[in-house]
C-alpha cells in the first residue's frame, strides 16, 4: 500500500509540474492532459454491511420521494425517476441538488450501475457525488471496465485514483462513506486549510483523508476559490441510468 501510494505521488508530482508549466505559457491543454493510466488500483473482494442511518443523521433520501433535492439548472423539483426504493438519473433532465446546504459531514449514499452495460471507460455507468457542487467522488462502472485511474470509480475524480477497486458488479449496490471537512478561508478569500476527504467503498478504505488540491476541473489543474462555508451536494447527470437510495448525512 505504502509503494502504491509513493508512485501516485511521485506521478501525481511530476504531472502537475507538466501541466503548471503548460498554462504558465499559456498552452491550451486536452482533457487527458490530466488523466493518468498507471498505477491501476488491483481489484479486492468488498464484503457486506448494514447501512442503516443512524438516529442522529438527516435522512435525505429514504425511497419515498426526492422532496430534499431539486434542479441544479432552475431550483425546480427534481425530475428523476423514483421505483422500487430509489431514484435513477432521468438523462438529460440534469443535476440534482440538496435543499440543504452542509459543510463537514459524513455523507452516506449507496448506488447502482445499469445491468445494461454500454460503452467503456468514461461512457459507462458515468455520474457522481460533487459535494458542495464542487469536490467529485468518482461513480462509475469500473467492475470490469478500464479508465484512466483517477477517473475510475471511488476517485476523486482528476485527483487520486482509491487505493483499491473495491466495485461489485453492475446492477449490485455500492455504498459510500464519504467524511468530508470543508476547506478554511480567512476574510480576504486566502485558504488558510485545504479540504480533505476520506472515503470508503463497500467498506473498503479507499481514499484515506486526502488533501484536496482545489475543485474538480475535467481540463487543467484546480485552484482554489472562496466559497460558503457550507453548500448543498450535487448527485450527477452523465447520461447514464445510474440509481441512488439511502442517503444520509450526520453533520460534523
Given at each position: 500500500?505504502?509503494?502504491?501510494?509513493?508512485?501516485?505521488?511521485?506521478?501525481?508530482?511530476?504531472?502537475?509540474i507538466?501541466?503548471?508549466?503548460?498554462?504558465?505559457?499559456?498552452?491550451?491543454?486536452?482533457?487527458?492532459?490530466?488523466?493518468?493510466?498507471e498505477?491501476?488500483?488491483?481489484?479486492?473482494?468488498?464484503?457486506?454491511a448494514?447501512?442503516?442511518?443512524?438516529?442522529?443523521?438527516?435522512?435525505?433520501?429514504?425511497?419515498?420521494?426526492?422532496?430534499?433535492?431539486?434542479?441544479?439548472?432552475?431550483?425546480?423539483?427534481?425530475k428523476?425517476?423514483?421505483?422500487?426504493?430509489?431514484?435513477?438519473?432521468?438523462?438529460?433532465?440534469g443535476?440534482?441538488?440538496?435543499k440543504?446546504?452542509?459543510?463537514?459531514?459524513?455523507?452516506?449514499?449507496?448506488?447502482?450501475?445499469?445491468?445494461?452495460?454500454?460503452?467503456?471507460?468514461?461512457?459507462?455507468?458515468?455520474?457522481?457525488?460533487?459535494?458542495?457542487?464542487?469536490?467529485?467522488?468518482?461513480?462509475?462502472?469500473?467492475?470490469?471496465?478500464?479508465?484512466?485511474?483517477?477517473?475510475?470509480?471511488?476517485?476523486?475524480?482528476?485527483?487520486?485514483?482509491?487505493?483499491?477497486?473495491?466495485?461489485?458488479?453492475?446492477?449490485?449496490?455500492?455504498?459510500?462513506?464519504?467524511?468530508?471537512?470543508?476547506?478554511r478561508?480567512n476574510?480576504?478569500g486566502?485558504?488558510?486549510?485545504?479540504?480533505?476527504?476520506?472515503?470508503?467503498h463497500n467498506?473498503?478504505?479507499?481514499?484515506?483523508?486526502?488533501?484536496?488540491?482545489?475543485?474538480t476541473?475535467?481540463?487543467?489543474?484546480?485552484?482554489?476559490?472562496?466559497?460558503?462555508?457550507?453548500?448543498?451536494?450535487?448527485?450527477?447527470?452523465?447520461?447514464?441510468?445510474?440509481?441512488?437510495?439511502?442517503?444520509?448525512?450526520r453533520?460534523?
Amino acid at each position: 500500500m505504502k509503494t502504491l501510494m509513493k508512485h501516485v505521488i511521485i506521478l501525481a508530482c511530476l504531472f502537475y509540474i507538466g501541466i503548471a508549466s503548460a498554462q504558465q505559457k499559456d498552452i491550451k491543454l486536452p482533457p487527458e492532459a490530466t488523466e493518468f493510466w498507471e498505477p491501476v488500483p488491483r481489484k479486492v473482494t468488498p464484503g457486506t454491511a448494514n447501512h442503516l442511518a443512524p438516529d442522529d443523521a438527516i435522512v435525505l433520501f429514504d425511497g419515498s420521494d426526492l422532496s430534499h433535492f431539486e434542479s441544479v439548472r432552475d431550483g425546480s423539483p427534481a425530475k428523476w425517476t423514483l421505483a422500487n426504493g430509489a431514484m435513477t438519473v432521468a438523462p438529460r433532465t440534469g443535476d440534482i441538488r440538496t435543499k440543504q446546504s452542509f459543510g463537514d459531514m459524513q455523507l452516506h449514499i449507496e448506488w447502482s450501475s445499469p445491468t445494461e452495460i454500454k460503452g467503456e471507460g468514461q461512457g459507462r455507468g458515468n455520474s457522481g457525488v460533487i459535494i458542495m457542487g464542487l469536490y467529485e467522488i468518482q461513480v462509475l462502472d469500473s467492475y470490469e471496465s478500464r479508465t484512466y485511474s483517477n477517473g475510475q470509480a471511488a476517485s476523486v475524480y482528476k485527483q487520486y485514483p482509491p487505493l483499491v477497486n473495491a466495485m461489485k458488479k453492475p446492477g449490485e449496490w455500492n455504498s459510500y462513506d464519504i467524511f468530508f471537512t470543508a476547506p478554511r478561508f480567512n476574510q480576504d478569500g486566502m485558504l488558510t486549510a485545504p479540504a480533505k476527504v476520506t472515503v470508503v467503498h463497500n467498506g473498503v478504505l479507499v481514499q484515506n483523508a486526502v488533501e484536496l488540491k482545489g475543485p474538480t476541473e475535467y481540463i487543467g489543474i484546480p485552484n482554489y476559490k472562496a466559497h460558503e462555508s457550507k453548500l448543498p451536494f450535487v448527485l450527477q447527470d452523465h447520461g447514464d441510468l445510474v440509481s441512488f437510495r439511502n442517503i444520509w448525512v450526520r453533520e460534523l
